[in-house]
């Protein structure tokens, strides 16, 4: 949602599979058609458009991942941060729950967990 903050990487990905889904990387800017989603990145240049898109999902079963600080306790589900040099990851559990999605036990392990919700 908003440009691709990584520079072209995201593009990288179009066309590979996960569980035979082909993946496709579109740059969006309508709440409606992320509806369609299966995973959404929030460029945190979005930052104000996020409540609104936040309840434009709502009961969509899209996972929102971004890079805004603060993602994971306004209602987003995956927060990547940034902290030494080194990528975090922050997940919100109330919002993937309640998106009726869950994470591989694997990752909640290595994530900073909260379960705040909007």
């Keep these: ?3 691709d ?11 590979r599979t996960v569980n035979q889904r082909a993946i496709a990387v579109q740059n969006l800017s309508d709440a409606a058609a992320a509806r369609a989603c299966s995973l959404v990145f929030v460029n945190a240049a979005q930052r104000e ?20 600080e603060g993602f994971a306790d306004d209602g987003g589900m995956i927060e990547l941060t940034l902290q030494d040099d080194r990528v975090g990851v922050r997940i919100n559990t109330a919002a993937i729950s309640s998106a009726r999605l869950s994470v591989e036990p694997r990752i909640l392990r290595l994530a900073e967990l909260t379960g705040a919700r909007r």
């Design 1 to 3: 949602y908003g440009d």
């Design 5 to 15: 903050p990584f520079g072209g990487r995201m593009a990288l990905m179009a066309e």
């Design 49 to 68: 458009r996020w409540p609104p898109l936040r309840a434009a999902l709502a009961n969509a079963g899209v996972l929102t991942v971004s890079d805004i």
